[in-house]
């Protein structure tokens, strides 16, 4: 009996160094920061981390309007970013799974913006959009479209469409893949049905192809919307929140608010607030995940 229980009890122990090292990667700063959260905890004055506060940081935030805007920003931000990637990522799928040569190399080459650093892409995006050197704008002198230049980063209503097109750029191809994948996946006997019965590509699609895709595509989102929820480093470097605090989102403000003003307990509080909305976007992905394979076990 005693041989048994050291047995089943090996996996554990080959397990033990791993679990330590996670616990003290993870669990630990979670619950320092939770524990900071409610305090008056100042860079400047390490003493404050001792200070408890109780929940004063989060009635705070309750009347901040730059973290409320900041926020909105950055569910706006999420909405429109993972539609748009949805969409584009959708048609490449569509279009590369159609190429009978050469489709292995297509794969290759769509992958190629998602492994370039955030960080790198800002800075390429900000020498395209720059309205004195950008290649943009001297694009669109050379083809007399303009006779001024447009100041992309630093208006109010084109600097956040200049991010949201760099983080397209970089990340459609996250929905490419996993919806080409999807694409490979599904059984030709249902199309070739359908065509049989007289429909049309639209309706092939509309009815069989993108029923059968929706599963993937909520894997995608899911996947994607904690990732864009935490976007810091392309506005980071493309805008730095500007103008005026216009392209100011959750981890930018959080950052300021935690190592420029030195606010830490603060900058704790407005992260565990921000998980909120990582949760909204989850679970209710995770819903249409489940709606969208129980429809298709029902269809099957």
Request: charged residues 10%.
């Amino acid at each position: 009996m005693k041989f048994i229980h050291s047995q089943r009890a090996i996996p554990y122990l080959l397990l033990l160094p791993a679990i330590i090292v996670i616990l003290s990667v993870v669990l630990l700063p979670l619950l320092v920061s939770l524990w900071s959260s409610m305090t008056a905890y100042n860079l400047t004055k390490p003493a404050t981390l001792f200070q408890f506060v109780g929940l004063r940081n989060y009635e705070r935030l309750l009347s901040n309007s730059d973290f409320w805007w900041a926020f909105g920003r950055t569910f706006v931000f999420v909405t429109i970013t993972l539609n748009v990637e949805m969409v584009l990522g959708l048609g490449l799928a569509l279009l590369i799974n159609r190429v009978t040569w050469g489709q292995r190399t297509l794969r290759t080459v769509m992958m190629f913006p998602m492994m370039f650093s955030p960080i790198l892409v800002g800075f390429q995006f900000k020498y395209l959009f720059n309205d004195a050197v950008g290649l943009v704008n001297n694009a669109l002198f050379d083809l007399g479209l303009i006779t001024e230049p447009i100041p992309w980063l630093v208006d109010a209503t084109l600097a956040p469409l200049t991010i949201i097109l760099a983080e397209v750029w970089m990340s459609t191809s996250v929905f490419g893949i996993l919806l080409l994948a999807g694409l490979m996946a599904m059984p030709k006997e249902p199309i070739e049905a359908a065509k049989v019965d007289g429909c049309n590509p639209f309706q092939v699609f509309r009815h069989i192809t993108l029923p059968f895709l929706m599963p993937f595509i909520y894997i995608a989102m899911t996947i994607r919307s904690l990732d864009v929820a935490r976007a810091y480093d392309m506005v980071r470097i493309m805008t730095n929140g500007g103008p005026a605090g216009r392209t100011e989102l959750l981890w930018t403000l959080m950052t300021r608010t935690g190592y420029a003003n030195s606010q830490m307990g603060m900058a704790n509080a407005m992260g565990y607030v921000s998980i909120l909305l990582s949760i909204v976007f989850t679970v209710y992905f995770y819903r249409k995940l489940v709606a969208a394979r129980a429809f298709m076990g029902g269809a099957q």
